[in-house]
């Protein structure tokens, strides 16, 4: 009798190679918070822990923008080329963010550009163009660079007596 389970499962990606996932959220203000959760999960199974807390900062900034200004759905896309994971927000607001500039210290928002270009390693935005639905919305993206190498391989664990 063969042992080998049906249908075979794959192997695991190693940490160079190249992946992408996408979340689409409808424009919910819940849609930020699945988002950043999404991040996380799928930052830590493909052992990129260093990245999480930046990631999730600006994927947050970016996603609540788009809840907040496009009133309409909204996409994360992550896409990693090792070294640099590129995560991207796009939404169906047909403008691109104000040009950036140093908030206001009594400004109670305004704030999401500035903490891009400081966090970030590198940014930028597209118009997505129309569609036959209209306009077709805009993509902001931000990029982030791991400065290490990759994780250790698992070690297998013992198994309890």
Known sequence: MNSEPWPPTPEPLAFTDPWEYELAFPGDPRGPGIARMTLR???AAHGVPELIE???LLTSELTTNSVRHA???ASVRMRWAHPVLRISVSDTAPYLP???CSPSPEAGSGRGLFIL???ADRWGGC???DTLLGPG???VWFELA???GPPPPETPRPLAA
């Open 41 to 43: 999960a799928v930052l």
């Open 127 to 129: 118009a997505l163009g």
């Open 137 to 139: 919305g805009k993509s």
């Open 54 to 56: 930046r990631a999730e």
């Open 71 to 73: 009133k309409g759905s």
């Open 117 to 119: 270009d400081r966090v």
């Open 146 to 148: 791991v400065r290490t």
């Open 98 to 100: 104000a040009a950036l």
